[in-house]
């Protein structure tokens, strides 16, 4: 006859997930955050244009908006109307020749007419703020400040794919 003996081992500890679970969030901070985002907007430029060009003839055009060499967000670019389009629509037009200097032409105009809402997002994965950044009636992008609201977070994926496509 056979006896068994079942041990029991104990269960590894779980690694903590980052971040914090509940707790308060100052307004204060967000505040803060718009006010960097405000100091920054007139250090900020556009960048070359990304242009995309699909299988069937369709192009879309982003366009980066940069801050001391890096890139923040994309902005899209509506080549039938010439002036960017609100965040969340990417155009994809058809028949239509983009030509990147007056991609840049029309984005270097509407730069002077950008501004800082007084409204921020709290993004809990990533513990930043984004501020929304509005010209005319569109919100055309977001810029992300680290929890305290005092640094800006750049888009390192997008950076490097300037990067890549400058060099």
Do not use: C, Q
Request: glycine content about 10%.
């Amino acid at each position: 006859m056979f006896t068994w003996v079942i041990h029991v081992l104990p269960r590894p500890t779980p690694p903590p997930v980052r971040g914090e679970w509940g707790g308060r969030i100052d307004p204060g901070l967000a505040l803060r955050a718009i006010e960097s985002v405000r100091e920054a907007l007139r250090y900020m430029e556009f960048g070359p244009p990304i242009i995309h060009r699909g299988p069937g003839g369709e192009v879309g055009v982003d366009v980066p908006l940069m801050y001391h060499g890096y890139a923040l967000d994309r902005v899209h670019y509506d080549p039938y109307t010439g002036s960017p389009s609100p965040k969340g629509r990417p155009v994809r037009a058809l028949g239509v020749t983009v030509d990147e200097n007056r991609v840049l032409e029309a984005m270097n105009s509407v730069l002077g007419e950008l501004r800082v809402l007084d409204a921020a997002e709290y993004r809990g994965p990533e513990e930043a703020w984004a501020v929304p950044l509005a010209w005319r009636s569109f919100i055309i992008a977001h810029v992300k400040v680290t929890r305290d609201g005092r640094e800006l977070v750049p888009d390192y994926g997008l950076t490097e794919e300037l990067r890549r496509r400058i060099l």
